[in-house]
């Protein structure tokens, strides 16, 4: 599934056009009227030649979220091993990726009725050095080649209808229907702090509103402030799990407290 096309949008109240030749046209005029230069102030931070370019930040932005392809698997094992396993070093960090690897190729395949996902936020400006994986004699019929990305992702994401972490439902442990799980959000070191998780969280709330869910839930590490304050500036609320109730939690490693969260999902 393609992401939505971008485009551009203006609230009621704004006087700007919706044409961004007729913003180029008035600042022209406003020229001609006052002279070339441009007079500004050093504490604005900020150029009045900058403001054509803000209103076109979706016509050529640096991160574009999209659906993971067969090519990024790798990738997308790399960034989610760096993020939370940090401390491993080699083999035991290669055979944490060739896992993680393993997983994802068989994680496209989901119970009846279910959806996934896996989302990646691409870093468009970077260069995407590819390389390729040879299996067998090229001159043997069962011979693959294998072509994987490396060097453009910059975050990841993984949303489902699987509910494998939601507490089940009546006296016979039904799973869950109607709530979108999000998990394994990650974010390469370096690109931290660009807003990449957001773009993530939000553009898995449409895919949870696209399959029809009235929910989203996930779990973050209590430890996690910059974390907790994401998802709660995303409307997501910690719920207070029952005392001696044992909801299902993710494992990622031993002696970590998660928090329970959910929000409604916008109709918008």
């Given at each position: 599934m393609?992401?939505?096309?971008l485009?551009?949008?203006?609230?009621?109240?704004?006087?700007?056009s919706?044409?961004p030749l007729?913003?180029?046209?008035r600042?022209?005029a406003?020229?001609?009227?006052?002279?070339?230069?441009?007079?500004?102030?050093?504490?604005?931070?900020?150029?009045?030649?900058?403001?054509a370019?803000e209103?076109?930040?979706?016509?050529?932005p640096?991160?574009?979220?999209?659906?993971?392809r067969?090519?990024?698997?790798?990738?997308?094992?790399?960034?989610?091993?760096?993020?939370?396993?940090?401390?491993?070093?080699?083999?035991?960090?290669?055979?944490?990726?060739?896992?993680?690897?393993?997983?994802?190729?068989?994680?496209f395949?989901?119970?009846?009725?279910?959806?996934?996902?896996?989302?990646?936020?691409?870093?468009?400006?970077?260069?995407?050095?590819?390389?390729?994986?040879?299996?067998?004699?090229?001159r043997?019929?069962?011979?693959?080649?294998?072509?994987?990305?490396?060097?453009?992702?910059?975050?990841?994401?993984?949303?489902?209808?699987?509910?494998?972490?939601?507490?089940?439902?009546?006296?016979?442990?039904?799973?869950?229907?109607?709530?979108?799980?999000?998990a394994?959000?990650?974010?390469?070191?370096?690109?931290?702090?660009?807003?990449?998780?957001?773009?993530?969280v939000?553009?898995?709330?449409?895919?949870?509103?696209?399959?029809?869910c009235?929910?989203?839930?996930?779990?973050?590490?209590?430890?996690?402030l910059?974390?907790?304050?994401?998802?709660?500036?995303?409307?997501?609320?910690?719920?207070r799990?029952?005392?001696?109730?044992?909801?299902?939690?993710?494992?990622?490693?031993?002696?970590?407290?998660y928090s329970?969260?959910?929000?409604?999902?916008?109709?918008?």
């Amino acid at each position: 599934m393609m992401p939505p096309a971008l485009s551009l949008s203006r609230s009621p109240s704004s006087s700007v056009s919706s044409s961004p030749l007729d913003y180029v046209r008035r600042s022209a005029a406003v020229v001609r009227r006052h002279g070339p230069s441009f007079a500004y102030k050093p504490a604005a931070g900020v150029c009045y030649a900058s403001q054509a370019v803000e209103l076109l930040p979706s016509l050529c932005p640096d991160i574009v979220v999209r659906d993971a392809r067969l090519e990024d698997c790798w990738e997308v094992a790399d960034t989610h091993c760096s993020s939370f396993f940090p401390g491993y070093k080699f083999p035991m960090d290669l055979v944490l990726r060739i896992d993680r690897y393993i997983a994802l190729l068989s994680g496209f395949s989901v119970p009846p009725g279910c959806m996934r996902t896996c989302l990646v936020a691409v870093n468009s400006s970077s260069v995407n050095n590819s390389f390729n994986i040879e299996c067998g004699d090229p001159r043997d019929a069962g011979f693959q080649k294998y072509n994987l990305s490396r060097g453009s992702i910059a975050g990841i994401l993984t949303v489902d209808t699987v509910a494998d972490y939601l507490p089940r439902r009546g006296p016979l442990k039904q799973r869950r229907t109607g709530i979108a799980y999000i998990a394994n959000v990650a974010v390469r070191k370096e690109e931290r702090r660009k807003g990449v998780a957001k773009m993530l969280v939000k553009e898995a709330e449409a895919r949870a509103r696209s399959w029809g869910c009235r929910s989203m839930a996930l779990h973050c590490d209590v430890n996690n402030l910059a974390a907790l304050c994401l998802y709660k500036k995303q409307g997501f609320r910690c719920i207070r799990v029952p005392e001696g109730a044992k909801w299902p939690e993710p494992k990622i490693s031993k002696g970590v407290e998660y928090s329970f969260m959910m929000k409604l999902v916008s109709k918008i």
